[in-house]
């Protein structure tokens, strides 16, 4: 993982130069000859269940705030671990920028059948204390999914 590191850096560093040669320089199209084809339909709006207490939370709730959402599930050995680990350090980065709060990180399972609120909690427990469990009824995750393209 560590040898990702440099190449990375590397190309985000030349596409940063590039970038700025092409600006300052003419370079490529100007903004008069783009044409916009459209906007991605991703999202929507959705109702699931809040882990922490039960109750019901609506995307209309967090009208006005960013959040990450992360969709796995509580039997996932390896990636979702580190995915939810590598979410925690960006929302460290982003509320240090920019202020507590800033960001919501959410958890959504995709496997509601196993992943009950109480073990979805446990399993959370383990990892960001800021972020919020949420699960739902198979067609209420089978919603959301197919609206996020998950």
């Excluded at 995307?59 to 959402?69: N, P």
């Excluded at 990636?79 to 507590?100: T, Y």
């Excluded at 919020?132 to 959301?144: C, M, P, R």
């Amino acid at each position: 993982m560590r040898r990702l590191v440099g190449p990375i850096n590397g190309r985000i560093v030349k596409l940063l130069f590039s970038a700025d040669y092409q600006r300052k320089h003419g370079v490529g199209r100007s903004l008069a000859e783009v044409e916009e084809i459209g906007k991605p339909k991703l999202g929507g709006p959705w109702t699931l269940v809040d882990c922490r207490n039960g109750k019901p939370v609506a995307s209309e709730q967090l009208r006005g705030k960013y959040y990450l959402i992360y969709f796995g599930f509580t039997f996932c050995p390896d990636i979702c671990p580190q995915e939810l680990e590598k979410a925690g350090k960006a929302v460290d980065i982003i509320e240090k920028e920019f202020g507590a709060g800033t960001i919501v990180p959410i958890f959504v399972t995709v496997d509601p059948s196993r992943d009950t609120c109480a073990q979805t909690s446990l399993y959370l427990s383990e990892f960001d204390p800021r972020t919020i469990g949420l699960t739902g009824t198979h067609e209420q995750i089978k919603d959301i999914t197919r609206k996020f393209r998950v």
